[in-house]
């Protein structure tokens, strides 16, 4: 089995999809009123050597600064030089440092700090002290999030209707600071990578995204740096009617939104997968209607079916025993013939027997077959006979192109008079040598058995005459 496995991060979002750049924490609390006379908080220096790496500072002389996203500098915190920082002020024993601001700059502060927004839109810069040039930026948020991240495995080749709960492996992992409260895990299936972190249902969205059956999972709680293996749920399914085709598989941490994170973006795994229609071993349609006509004068017989041909008279060999019995042996028969008693009005299937020969020995079998004859008796033979067929049935094996025709279960086709062929999707056609007009649609999928024109042969048709039939289906595992 082919898989593709992708690690839905913060960073992979950054790199391959949407171009975000990684989030750091600096933790910020809402400033008690004394701060707020003064216009400052309290930071941790120990959360800004998180944040940048000194050592990796090659610069002679290079600022640490607090700037708005926009790279609007409103604070200093210090200033590397030769691979060690001063502060703007002097840290406390635990490394708390006071951070002043101008009045406007500190009143949009204040509010996004008192918002707790995940992304309040600050952040901190490394600028070159001579040129004031920028080396490198982080973001900020000033408190603890969660951060999901999901690890999935995944079939690329699918089927229409086919569970997947098997062929999938997920891991779940909480890469924030702060725990996170229990979630919804949903997989869903999109007709585009229009896939958002939201909540689908079982019907299809606007944006043509359909939560999968079985396809919603309750994940618990998860602390900082907890990573769960978790089992795909049970009867995981692909829907039914899916047409051949690209779709793209989606798997979505927190999709009823019940948790603030620092990236809502990185909640949502999205790859494609091929659905292909799986082509069945075995298919059969049971239908009534099919009618023998045999006229004894001129030796013809035809076997008919709504009106069409469905096999010929040179398929057949005949023979008259008495005036009311006559043999017919399908030229497909090798070790057995019908025999037909009009005056009885019984048709027997003859195993083991001789043709055209009365009481020659072998098994009979009494067929399902209704006899009306025109005119005759014991003395003298009918002008016609017709042979009702209670069941007809065909029978196609795609990947072996077996075809067949039963007449109350005995094989009546000559393939050199039949053509068939299979449709873009599902559907395979049938064409006897005398049809002008229409043919014969077999559509496993779809369950329908119905006549097409002739010029939508071999190709998709949208329009058909349903005919009443019984569709059996055998698809091997």
């Not at 610069?59 to 030089?81: P, W």
């Not at 023998?292 to 013809?300: G, P, Q, R, V």
Request: charged share 30%.
């Amino acid at each position: 089995m082919k898989y593709i496995s992708i690690l839905i991060s913060l960073v992979v979002f950054c790199v391959f999809l949407s171009g975000q750049e990684e989030i750091s924490l600096l933790k910020i609390d809402p400033p008690d009123p004394q701060m707020v006379k003064k216009r400052s908080v309290m930071i941790d220096t120990n959360d800004v050597l998180k944040i940048v790496d000194v050592s990796a500072v090659k610069k002679d002389k290079v600022n640490i600064e607090f700037a708005t996203i926009s790279d609007y500098v409103i604070a200093r915190l210090g200033k590397i030089e030769k691979g060690k920082i001063s502060w703007s002020s002097k840290p406390d024993s635990q490394g708390g440092m006071v951070l002043k601001f101008g009045k406007s700059e500190y009143a949009g502060l204040l509010e996004k700090i008192r918002a707790e927004q995940p992304r309040p839109g600050y952040q901190i810069i490394l600028s070159e002290e001579k040129t004031n040039a920028v080396l490198s930026s982080f973001e900020l948020t000033f408190k603890a999030f969660p951060n999901l991240i999901v690890e999935f495995e995944y079939p690329v080749n699918v089927t229409p209707g086919e569970i997947i709960t098997d062929k999938i492996r997920i891991k779940i992992r909480n890469a924030g600071s702060a725990a996170s409260a229990g979630f919804d895990l949903d997989f869903v299936l999109g007709k585009s990578f229009d896939i958002t972190a939201k909540r689908y249902g079982p019907s299809e969205s606007k944006e043509g995204v359909v939560l999968l059956q079985n396809g919603r999972l309750r994940i618990g709680k998860m602390e900082p740096g907890g990573t769960e293996e978790l089992k795909p749920p049970d009867g995981l399914k692909l829907p039914d009617e899916l047409e051949s085709g690209r779709y793209y598989l989606g798997a979505i941490a927190d999709s009823g939104g019940e948790i603030a994170e620092l990236e809502k973006g990185d909640n949502v795994f999205k790859g494609f997968i091929l659905v292909s229609s799986k082509v069945p071993s075995r298919i059969s349609a049971k239908f009534k209607g099919t009618v023998l006509t045999y006229i004894t004068k001129t030796f013809e017989t035809a076997v008919v079916n709504n009106d069409m041909d469905i096999s010929s008279n040179d398929e057949w060999r005949k023979c008259q025993i008495r005036p009311y019995i006559f043999h017919l042996k399908h030229i497909s028969w090798k070790d057995f013939f019908w025999e037909v008693n009009t005056d009885e009005k019984m048709v027997w299937k003859l195993t083991g027997a001789k043709f055209c020969q009365r009481g020659s020995g072998g098994k009979a079998d009494q067929l399902n077959i209704r006899v009306v004859q025109e005119g005759g008796s014991t003395e003298t033979p009918p002008s016609r006979f017709r042979l009702y067929v209670n069941e007809t049935e065909v029978i196609y094996e795609p990947e072996e192109k077996n075809f067949s025709i039963l007449l109350a279960g005995c094989n009546t086709i000559y393939l050199p008079f039949w053509k068939s062929c299979r449709t873009d999707e599902s559907g395979f056609h049938f064409k006897f040598a005398t049809w002008d007009n229409e043919v014969w649609e077999l559509d496993p999928k779809k369950k329908i058995f119905r006549l097409i024109p002739m010029e939508r042969m071999c190709r998709k048709s949208e329009t058909g005459k349903d005919l009443e039939a019984m569709i059996d289906i055998v698809t091997d595992n």
